[in-house]
């Protein structure tokens, strides 16, 4: 049986952390078709069509499904189920909005977060902030799964040539309504998909010392997070964090500078490849977990980081 | 306005915590447990609602075992009025949990129902989601501002691009997320008095809820572990480990 996949877009166009659900859904062992809800979302249907692993996209259009709400996707969502054995979304705050919604209507168990389909009904999944894996097997008829993006690789976006179709009709139920958005977007890599991805905590002591971060991203190709400790004092804006209730992420490289490594922020970077931090507290436990570890005040090492890359001509990748 | 808040009896976020050697959970006996960081935030909204007088009734619920009144006394002690218990011994999926406070507020009828938007032990992130999808109510996730008057609440989300402004019909069901509030530390007055606020006790069956898991969870095991601790001497040398030994630039 075919796996419905949910597709993640702005109506414009497709967001990465779709490839990995498709993958993910070829995984369990059918062919992905894509649900692309949206208003005016033609050219994303188009995207997802050319996605290798797509077999057919269903493009439900309609100014209710402009802002992707729930209380107007689940029902959609839920009056596609029968027929497919599993459907499928990224584990970001859009599936982690919608998919759980969906599934109380169709009176189905969700399986969250995922990181390994081990078979068609049976997944890994972290809990207690990753602190524990536990392998679930589904019983319910359909399974419906939240994708952890950083844990599947992203389907090809060329290659593929599915057909696309107009999925059933959907409403507005009148329950809420989008007023708008504050999206702090900027120019560099986004945080979950960025090869290396440079945070600070609380030892940046202020907003305006991240420039300092930012300077190495920017010579880095970087990404910038933050742990909760920086978030929650107003130094950046809820975007930039890493941990269990924030973004998890997983680059070649991730740069902790002025964090301690509370188990909460490690759960969300501690499958990076490899791990360096600056600390001067030599008995943070952030120190446990790195490859390479600097005992040393942040406000001498930052700077003399830039200037050690400058000097050795490292370029973003 | 009544707010109905569900608050769930988690193990401590500061515990390390142990697999069993059996690998079919984790270890929790003789482990602190404590109420759900989430859920103390949405404790703290729905007290303050009714410090600010939009709310005038605050009505805590759990579902667990008897020590789960525990974390029912700690919302009183903060500020609820009175408390709700669901007694269950052993484990409840979300599904079933959100059935059963579906039940609740069939009985209840509050206006907002407010709750953390997961739970740190399986970090499932789904409940406030599904009992909005049986009540067919509007839902606010992952809320960082809630702004409720005249039968509308505002609610600013925290979203991964960063925050959305979303106005609900009432009822409505609200999780909430890290920054909305910083949830008070109960006195020790109010610690004395919540002793003496009702706690009614409900079955699963009252509610005429089946629990029964449809998830079989096969085996527990620790994450693989990390091999770091590597400390180097200079910030030239970590450019170079990083370059040469790592290649990861």
Same mark, same amino acid.
């Given at each position: 049986m075919a796996i419905l996949v949910y597709a993640e877009h702005d109506n414009g166009e497709l967001s990465p952390a779709t490839l990995n659900a498709v993958t993910a859904a070829n995984l369990m062992g059918g062919d992905a078709d894509v649900l692309v809800a949206g208003s005016g979302c033609g050219a994303v249907a188009e995207a997802a069509a050319r $996605? *290798?692993?797509?077999a057919k996209v269903l493009v439900a259009d309609d100014p209710a499904l402009g802002a992707q709400l729930a209380e107007n996707v689940a029902p959609l969502i839920a009056g596609m189920a029968?027929? /497919?054995?599993h459907i499928v979304a990224a584990a970001t705050t859009t599936g982690k909005n919608v998919m759980p919604r969906a599934a109380a209507l169709l009176d189905i168990q969700q399986v969250s977060d +995922?990181? @390994? $389909?081990?078979s068609p009904d049976t997944f890994v999944r972290p809990i207690y902030a990753g602190n524990a894996m536990a392998t679930v097997q589904s019983t319910d008829a359909v399974k419906i799964v939240t994708v952890r993006t950083t844990a599947f690789e992203a389907a090809e976006t060329e290659g593929g040539s599915a057909t696309v179709e107009a999925a059933p009709g959907a409403a507005d139920a009148g329950l809420s309504t989008f007023e708008g958005a504050a999206l702090s977007g900027? @120019? *560099? &890599?986004?945080l979950i998909t960025a090869r290396v991805v440079i945070s600070g905590g *609380?030892?940046?002591?202020?907003?305006? !010392?991240?420039a300092m971060l930012e300077e190495v991203a920017d010579i880095l190709g970087a990404a910038v997070g933050a742990s909760r400790a920086a978030v929650d004092s107003g /130094?950046?804006? !809820?975007?930039y964090q890493v941990g269990q209730t924030g973004k998890v992420v997983a680059p070649e490289l991730y740069i902790a500078v002025g964090i301690s490594g509370a188990i909460q922020h490690l759960a969300g970077m501690?499958?990076?490849k490899v791990i360096a931090c600056i600390n001067k507290? @030599? @008995?943070?436990? +952030?120190f446990h977990i790195a490859d390479f570890g600097l005992v040393a005040d942040l406000f001498q090492a930052v700077p003399e980081l830039k200037a050690e890359l400058r000097n050795q001509g490292v370029q973003a990748r | 306005m009544k707010v109905l808040v569900p608050v769930k009896r988690v193990i401590d976020y500061n515990v390390k915590v142990r697999v069993k050697a059996d690998r079919t959970g984790v270890d929790l006996a003789n482990v602190k447990m404590s109420m759900n960081p989430f859920d103390e935030i949405a404790v703290e909204e729905a007290v303050r609602m009714k410090e600010a007088g939009a709310a005038d009734e605050a009505v805590a619920v759990s579902l667990g075992p008897q020590q789960s009144q525990e974390t029912l006394r700690t919302a009183l002690a903060m500020g609820a009025d009175r408390a709700i218990h669901v007694v269950h011994d052993g484990e409840l999926e979300p599904l079933a949990v959100a059935k059963m406070l579906a039940g609740v507020v069939g009985e209840e009828a509050p206006d907002l129902v407010i709750l953390g938007?997961?739970? +740190?032990?399986?970090?499932? !992130?789904q409940t406030g989601q599904m009992l909005s999808g049986l009540l067919g109510w509007s839902q606010g996730t992952f809320v960082s501002k809630v702004d409720a008057s005249d039968g509308a609440v505002r609610v600013v989300r925290e979203v991964d691009g960063g925050l959305e402004t979303v106005a609900l019909r009432m009822p409505a069901v609200l999780t909430v997320d890290l920054r909305l509030n910083e949830p008070r530390y109960a006195s020790l007055p109010n610690i004395m008095k919540a002793r003496k606020k009702e706690i009614a006790r409900k079955t699963p069956a009252d509610l005429g809820v089946?629990?029964? &898991? *449809?998830? !079989?969870?096969l085996r527990v095991e620790e994450p693989p572990k990390r091999q770091g601790g590597l400390k180097v001497g200079s910030v030239a040398e970590l450019v170079d480990k990083l370059h040469n030994d790592a290649g990861v630039i």
């Open positions: $996605v *290798r692993g797509v029968s027929g /497919y054995s +995922i990181v @390994e $389909v081990v900027n @120019e *560099r &890599p986004e *609380r030892g940046m002591q202020s907003g305006e !010392n991240f /130094y950046v804006p !809820n975007d501690k499958d990076s507290d @030599e @008995e943070a436990p +952030i | 938007k997961q739970a +740190i032990d399986d970090d499932a !992130n089946d629990t029964t &898991p *449809r998830l !079989n969870t």
